[in-house]
Nanobody, 122 residues
């Protein structure tokens, strides 16, 4: 499985961005995908995830502002980020999980994209 993330950039506080993660390779084996982020000096954390069954989960800090979705025809997962805040500044990574291990454990995601930088100015 290969993941290609895109869509990051510099944006003012309160504006929106949409990240994309295109999957290729053995995509039939993917059962969950997620967006994670890592700010300088901080651990990588969950932003949102979506399963093949359509279940979604969000970090409390982004609930009501971010939306994760997928387009199966394009093998792509999106992260629509609205009402961005300076504290959303981070490198955003998409990840995929292919086995039966729990979806909530970051270490269970074996495939990672290259990361895309989101910078929110105040």
């Amino acid at each position: 499985v290969q993941l290609q993330a895109s869509g990051g950039g510099l944006v003012q506080s309160g504006r929106s961005l949409r990240l994309s993660c295109a999957a290729s390779g053995s995509i039939f084996s993917i059962n969950a995908m997620g967006w994670y982020r890592q700010a300088p000096g901080k651990q990588r954390e969950l932003v949102a995830r979506i399963t093949t069954g359509g279940s979604t989960n969000y970090a409390d800090s982004v609930k009501g502002r971010f939306i994760i979705s997928r387009d199966n025809a394009k093998n792509t997962v999106y992260l629509q980020m609205n009402h961005l805040k300076p504290e959303d500044t981070a490198v955003y990574y998409c990840a995929a999980k292919t086995d039966s291990r729990p979806v909530y454990q970051i270490s269970n995601y074996d495939y990672w994209g290259q990361g895309t930088l989101v910078t929110v100015s105040s």
